[in-house]
């Protein structure tokens, strides 16, 4: 909205600053964490009231959970996605189709997230809705999503796959990429999910992703920049650099009440909607192969459960203590701050890695 307000000037003041994605992502940001601010209080208040006895703990979780996390309420995505949606609404171009495929996805998967936590809640256990339906739900949102990134991308673009490294190769999936596409926007959505186990664990690796594909959006979406960098060219991509400074700045003022011990958990409405957020922003940008890099800690995740989950039913034995991962870390004696800012660290290292791919050519 705030973007129109250069149509006001010949060029010569400040409502000129409106123009520029780097100025409305700053802006973005900052409305985002202050908006966080004011309203998260008031509104974990609201939760602790309605919920009661908070998040339902996992029975076959860490016993450290049953005494230090119980009580804490859920659902606090909600603060999350407010945040990004209020200043994404201020400080985006209305005209540019890939801030409302993000922005569609996002509340979409929040929404998912939001029945499922409310379900828990109701019923006073961590199962919540069924899987199938969750899944069934989410490839919805993502099948949608996909044919709305097709419908508005160049031709040439539309159903191939960009390779990181090797320029100019482009792989043409035809109709493929559709579940292709739908693969990476539930998948991330369902890793982030995972990964959310821990005070702090998901948002400050999903702040680090949002932040590199900012970078990845911004670059995409200028011809002198793509040129250099002898990336694919994507018209009106840029904007999504303001969608992802709004994240960050929405995660910030989330993570000030969810850091260890959390006044607040996100819950698979925050976690579900932030997850399919960055599935959106790597099909937009065609680079969803980079995402597993940059988002490889979610990847790692991901990977645990399954492995566990595939070999147990196989052998009838773990390979993990517990699934996901971190669990497993809990289980060998880390203290949870020590999980939590470790693997951050290992979020900063795969962003570097994956941001490296613009420039190794």
Not at 96 to 111: A, N, Q, R
Not at 147 to 161: E, G
Not at 316 to 342: D, T
Request: aromatic share 12%.
């Amino acid at each position: 909205m705030l973007y129109f307000l250069h149509y006001l000037t010949d060029g010569g003041d400040v409502f000129n600053l409106f123009r520029y994605i780097t100025f409305r992502a700053g802006g973005a940001f900052f409305t985002s964490l202050v908006f966080g601010f004011l309203f998260s209080k008031p509104i974990i208040n609201s939760l602790k009231r309605r919920q009661g006895e908070g998040q339902p703990i996992r029975e076959d979780g860490p016993d450290s959970h049953k005494e230090k996390k119980a009580g804490t309420p859920t659902m606090g995505g909600v603060l999350i996605i407010g945040s990004l949606l209020v200043s994404s609404l201020l400080w985006c171009r209305y005209d540019i189709g890939y801030v409302w495929v993000v922005i569609f996805v996002t509340l979409g998967f929040g929404l998912i997230g939001f029945i499922d936590d409310y379900f828990k809640i109701r019923a006073r256990n961590s199962t919540g809705i069924s899987g199938k339906i969750r899944l069934a739900l989410g490839l919805i949102i993502a099948a949608i999503a996909t044919f709305w990134v097709i419908s508005i991308q160049d031709p040439m673009l539309s159903n191939a796959l960009a390779v990181p490294v090797f320029k100019d190769v482009l792989l043409n999936l035809g109709w493929f990429f559709i579940p292709f596409a739908m693969l990476v926007i539930v998948g991330s959505a369902n890793s982030v999910n995972l990964t959310d186990g821990l005070d702090g664990l998901a948002i400050m690796p999903v702040m680090i992703a949002s932040g590199s594909f900012g970078v990845i959006a911004y670059a995409v979406g200028r011809v002198d920049f793509s040129d250099y960098l002898e990336v694919h060219y994507i018209a009106g991509s840029g904007e999504i650099a303001v969608f992802s400074a709004a994240l960050i700045g929405a995660g910030l003022g989330f993570l000030w009440y969810n850091a260890p011990p959390a006044a607040v958990f996100m819950g698979d409405t925050g976690s579900l909607a932030l997850g399919g957020a960055l599935g959106a922003i790597s099909v937009c940008t065609k680079h969803e192969i980079v995402l597993a890099i940059i988002g490889g800690l979610f990847v790692i995740e991901a990977l645990s459960v399954i492995i566990q989950v595939s070999v147990y039913k196989l052998t009838g034995k773990r390979v993990f203590l517990m699934a996901p991962i971190h669990h497993h870390f809990e289980k060998l004696g880390w203290a949870e701050p020590q999980i939590v800012i470790r693997f951050w660290i290992i979020s900063v290292i795969l962003a570097l890695i994956g941001l490296a791919t613009l420039k190794l050519r």
